[in-house]
């Protein structure tokens, strides 16, 4: 497998190289596996000088406001609450501290893999109030909703969700309208597109006259993905072209959708770096507000200034690099993280300290 | 035992405790020095020599996981580390602190696997201790074990030791134990048929250094905390060279691989508690990898990469050669891995 | 991952839909509620934090792989040109 695996990136590296032929491009991806894999695989030093590759906001933890986490935290240390996650919120910070110090504190808080495995917990905890932090783009939204239906039609008292999804093609809008972003073409999310379907990306292409692949996690899709992507700018093309068949069609997930339609409707919703962008979040819909830990718990959220000299909204917009930030590697490490862009896994900051890249 | 759970009683030193201690731990783990109950073990002398003496403490939850328990693990762990040095281990010590209301089942378990593990590896326990406390100031059962052991003339490891040319093996599949205990955790509901490898390496260990005498092999290192990424790490550190491994050459079984996929974890940062990681000279790499190749223990060890010198703008490191030809860093390991689904 | 037993039915409101499923040893039980198309025994399912979200015939994977090959120019004997 290994010299398979070898010769079938050579193969897509030269028609790479052929395709760019020394003119500069750059493509941004906007999903932090992604951003993962590109990191993992060392594909930046094996792709041609001239084409660059640069993390868009994929995080879904690293565009989550200070503020909004702050209140997350304050939850957590309500008596009688126990907090289910993903483990990628533990080591998050807020203005003070993070989910983990608040759990040193005596927050009760555990990590789970689903939100059904919270839902669980609810039911095997009927004297505590269990509240989901649900965070994540399309590719999670639709298994919170249909755990709130769940939720719902058994009538548990005692499972919350705290809603923090984020919808990615109106913050694509608002990213490639800044007039400062220079962007050749883009690598579609995977899964997200396993959801809201290649076609989604359409008006992105047309609008920006910018190329489009859709393509999976492995390296080799990757590469395949700034394959196409290189040829189409070479050929003076923008469309949208689906490489991740295997996961993606054109239309999408239809059923999510409409799960996640039942349960939530758009609303407006801050990005970290962005600024607000309208019917970029969701919000729960009235018929579940029992469910809906926001309303319970009548938290409000403070907009608090992002850390001082933090650079991590640039970087989300693909417009600084890590180490353009003054604290990166110094003040700002993934052991003491000052924004989200290094505590995050899929963080751009974290990946760029973890795999020394400079 | 009348009493079905761990009461405070059992700590006080009375009759309860001679009879916690009698019942749960003489009966499985007697020997000439344990059985005597003194305060101290005296142990039989032989020649002076260098001592190694080793000291852990395992916390560790769940304290049942496919492929053993705490209580193998606390044999393993420190006569590992013990191992790793070089030397041969002579006798263990045993510090129990239980939690008020254990099981006195699950108390009754550990002990048969410490007993089991301890005569297994030929390592007798020699002294105990067992304090309770109250419920909730311990999480069921927390273990520490000491270890002392003799190191014969004429061996020197340290992880200073590493030059550049030599090359770096490790004795078998990686992420075992990490990956068993990530699936044995609630509210991650997944089952795999992976095992926690959990075992002792003395006799492994015994084996290299008699296949490669000399200082052909210049240090042992078992990936525990932080895995192999960090255990690398410290090595680089410490000898100040360039340490490159290759992707491919890394054993992992695909049980593991795929638990790490779904999860969002890397191999290379979970712990090992029945590997070692060793650094032999280019000239005596291939008899160490086959003198472990003929065990049962490293019959899956592997050369996985090699020392280099250091570039001076970068410092000592570690790289891997990825699966498509690409190079990263590995680092050291920053926090607990945490399963990543974003 | 592999479907290899499934309980329960899509459109039941009271007992959501299970599907067990494996890959390379590890083996899991996810939800079937936000699936596009109901697998069956034998298909293949991209999952993500315990709920499928995307099912799959072989046929998918295999036109995939082929493209792949294709565009990285390989031959059909997975010799490099």
Redesign the interface.
Known sequence: MTDFAKGMAQGLLSKIKDASSGKPMCFMEVCGTHTMSIFRSGIRKLLPREIRLVSGPGCPVCVTPVGEIDQMIELSLLPGVITATFGDMLRVPGSTYNLSEARARGAEIKVVYSPADALEIAENNPDKEVVFLGIGFETTAPSVAATILQAHRNKLKNFMVFPSHKLMPPALDVLLSDPEIDMDGLICPGHVSTIIGARAFEPVAEKFQMPCVVTGFEPLDILQGICMLAQQVSRGENMVENAYRRAVSWDGNRRARKIIETVFKPADARWRGLGTIAGSGLEIRKKFRQLDARRHFGTREKTVPEPKGCQCAQIIKGMALPSSCPMFSSACTPLTPVGPCMVSSEGTCAAYYKYGES | MKASRVLIDHGSGGLATKELIEKIFLKRLSNRYLSRLEDSAVLDGKSSGRIALTTDSYVVDPIFFPGGDIGSLSVHGTINDLAMQGARPVALTLGLILEEGLLMEELEQVATSIASASLDAGVPVVTADTKVVPCGKADKIFINTSGIGMVPEGISLGADRARPGDMVLVSGFIGDHGAAIM?SRA????????NSDSAPLHRLVERLLDRCPGNGLRLFRDPTRGGLATVLNEIAQASRVRIAIEE?AIPV???V???CE???L?PLYLANEGKLVTVAARECADQALEAMKETEEGKHAAIIGEIMEVKKASGP?V???????????V?ML??EP????? | MKVTAIEGDQDDILIPPVATVEARGVTSRIRLDIVDRMPRVGDYVIVHAGFAIHTLAPEDARKSMALLQEMAGQTNDNQPR
């Open positions: 699936t509210n991650l509901s997944f089952s795999s048929g992976i491919e079984r695909a049980e691989i795929s638990i779904l999860l969002g890397d490191r790289t891997i050669k990825t699966s498509i030809g690409g190079t990263r860093i680092s920053a926090g945490l399963p990543r689904i974003c």
